[in-house]
């Protein structure tokens, strides 16, 4: 058996892949008395399926927490199967699992959502670090300058667009509170992010999320205002949304209008 | 060579505050290289105040080198963009394999000790170190299987690969008592196969007993085993930079320092009676 042979037999058996191959397997393993050499090969499906457990539970750990751990086990196994890891990074392995739990059934409607505010809240955690900006860097704009301005976001901010509004339900699993609320089904935007080493996470409008979007895409001030144009008073409602942005810290740069022509 | 950084700890997360807060230092730390691929927040500021006054290594986990899959150039950018940011005293992973067609097993297979792995794992050993501007550690890994189709000792096929790429040893002394143990060989061949120049590290750890074998938890004191044989290796290679790994079931930050202290006290002793 090749190099290549090898490899592919032992790994898809630790990883659950091959199922068979048994006696191929035997063959290709020194026995022990101590222990045979199927047994031998158990020990690396064990630690595998054991790790890549406890890497999705860091990410989700309210989320494998009302599911139990032998539900938990289960679903990850599955997930497991859907979603190999890819990454050199284990920590990678359960950025799938919100939305792969949407298509499952067995738990609260919420759980998902759940799942994916805490995965993105962890990938917030840790995100590239970035100074921030404060909205005096707009102020010292000439006005002419200020429609054709653009922002660059924190590397650790995301938005989130759930079909439940778990805020709630996180709050209250934070806390360690035993009564959880009812499943809010509402579509709910959330942006995350963090601030030196806390992480946050905040609804917003629908016309906040509109201008955030827009603005995360390369959009300018003036884009913004637009986003916002469905609002009472909408240049009032644009700067206000837009200081709340730097007076959270999203904002890392503000970049100016180029000369004309290559804005 | 190497510099001798003295007995060190690795960095985990749950010390962060008695790190960044409190001052608290070891000789050196270890840090897992994957850990800090992409990261900031509270890791980042750890590993910067640590490294601002204390030196540091950087452990891959994922390297796996004696894969069949071809190298992954985007995971060796990125070490090499954390190499050159943190400025690491040295690099180092494991002589195992862990991935099969760019699915991540996330452990540390052992390797079959044959002619094609070693020619495989040695000519991947000199791309990597082209990649990443030095030359790397290679550790040896605690196993619980062996193949047929060995002919060469595992000692015998780490000191080649070392030889022939040209690259340095990490020498995990547990790791050496955990695979002799579950496989019936003699720790002390191990150690007297591999060439004294080029053990640059020592790992120390503990391990727990089920009975059919040894597991490598890293979860436990260094059980007394294996300082007996941390004394043999010190007595065979002399002043070697020593880490102690402890990674689940992580006591307070006292209780790792102290296992370095022991290190250091014990590796002393070996070198005043050697003088």
Redesign the interface.
Known sequence: ????E???L???R??G?VQDRECELR????P?P??P?L???E??EK??LH??VH?VAEDVPHTAALLGDESFLDLVREYLRDH????????Q?GRHFGAWLRGRDGFRVDLPDLAVLERVRSEA??????PVAGADELHSLPPDALPGTRFVFS??LRVLRLHHDVRALWDALDANRNELPIPARRPTTLAVW?QE?KVFHTALSGSEADALEVAREGGTLEDVCAACAGEPEPAEAAFRTVLSWFADGWVAAVTKPGPRGTN | MVPFLGHGIGLRTKHFPELLEQGRRADWFEVIT??F?????????VLEAVRADRPVVLHGV?LSIG??DPL?EE?LRDVRELADAVEPAWVSDHLC?G?????????L?PM?F?E??LS?VVSRVVEVQERLGRRILLENVSS???????TISEWDFLAEVARRADCLILLDVNNVYVSAT???FDALAFLHGIPQDRVAQMHLAGHQDLG??L?DTHDAPVPDPVWALYRDAVRRFGRVSTLVEWDDRIPPLDEVLAEAEKARSLASGVLERAA
Request: hydrophobic share 35%; proline share 6%.
């Open positions: 058996m090749t190099l290549y090898l490899q592919a032992l790994h898809g630790i990883t892949i063959q290709q393993l020194l022990r101590s222990l050499a047994e031998r090969v020990i690396y630690m595998y790790r890549l890497a190999p890891s890819r990454s050199p990074d284990i920590g392995v955690r840790s995100a590239p670090d970035a590397p650790s963090r080493f | 994957e850990n691929l992409h990261v900031g927040g509270r890791p980042r500021a994922s894969s069949v992954n995971y394999w991935t099969f067609g760019r699915h991540n097993a996330h452990d297979l079959p044959t094609e792995a495989h619980y299987l062996s193949y047929a189709a060995s579950n496989h019936g059919t074998h597991l």
